[in-house]
């Protein structure tokens, strides 16, 4: 574990020892100090401090398809590397087809489903052919002895196509790609490890988080002291944002400058 980050039973056990006999927390079990700290954590990473993890997989050759990761939450980016150490992406297609075709019969079909990427009977287009799109191109100006037409059919270089398919746990990648391994970068969610960790920056928030909902729902706790806590956890998640931007002024100058190059005076 790298030093900058403090493990979930290191917080247990910091939050055990601070708790006073007349503490409103005296009374709570560490199990459900864990809980809470976890839950904390969860907050953390997906608001604050996002932990994408890069990880390389095979793709199915039967479906065209990769497994999602145990412990992902959302996608970054698909795509391929290349012999120059980047990854050439994949662009989105909310039209990849994933459907399933039930292997029962109609009346039971949750009995058995397979996949169905063929086309559906009776249709024959979806060729992909650039005259397909010519229901929907439209010649608006002559210019030069061509036909203007509308702006944004075709340009751009995809290096595949994928839908996030949710209901099989998987991504579905476009058929023509022809690639038996891909990268993908993802959200992950830490609370799923055996012993999460919290960057150090957040260690505070994270605990004032936890502390405020082990006594949000306690009866026996004032209201003023409820209010104080939740402004507190929210003080401290701030603080720990503002320490965790990774932007900052010296990078936006260097983003700025760079649109800015000179050209040799004629």
């Known amino acids: 574990m790298a030093r900058n980050y403090v493990t979930l039973d290191n917080l247990a056990t910091d939050f055990l020892l601070s708790v006073q006999e007349d503490d409103y927390t005296s009374n709570v079990s560490k199990p459900l100090i864990l809980n809470y700290l976890k839950r904390a954590i969860r907050e953390m990473e997906f608001d604050i401090h996002k932990r994408v993890k890069s990880t390389k997989i095979p793709v199915d050759s039967t479906n065209n398809t990769i497994n999602l990761p145990?412990?992902?939450?959302?996608?970054?980016k698909l795509g391929v590397v290349?012999?120059?150490g980047l990854v050439y992406v994949f662009g989105e297609n909310k039209n990849v087809n994933y459907s399933m075709a039930a292997a029962g019969t109609t009346a039971a079909p949750e009995q058995g489903t397979t996949d169905s990427k063929s086309s559906t009977a009776g249709f024959s287009g979806g060729?992909?052919?650039?005259?397909?799109?010519?229901?929907y191109v439209f010649n608006n100006y002559l210019l030069d002895g061509n036909y203007g037409q509308l702006y944004g059919i075709g340009g751009g270089q995809r290096y595949g196509e994928y839908r996030i398919n949710l209901d099989q746990n998987r991504i579905e990648i476009d058929t023509s790609s022809g690639y038996s391994e891909v990268v993908l970068e993802y959200i992950?969610?830490?609370?799923?490890d055996t012993n999460p960790t919290v960057h150090i920056y957040a260690e505070e928030a994270v605990r004032a988080f936890a502390y405020?909902?082990?006594?949000?729902?306690?009866?026996?706790v004032p209201a003023g002291e409820k209010a104080r806590a939740r402004k507190e956890a929210y003080n401290e998640m701030r603080k720990a944002k503002s320490r965790l931007s990774t932007f900052t002024k010296e990078e936006a100058l260097r983003v700025i400058r760079k649109n800015f190059k000179q050209s040799p005076k004629l």
């Open 70 to 76: 145990a412990d992902y939450v959302d996608v970054v």
């Open 82 to 84: 290349g012999g120059d």
């Open 127 to 135: 060729t992909n052919d650039a005259e397909d799109l010519d229901h």
């Open 188 to 192: 992950s969610d830490p609370a799923l």
């Open 212 to 220: 405020y909902k082990l006594i949000e729902r306690k009866s026996s």
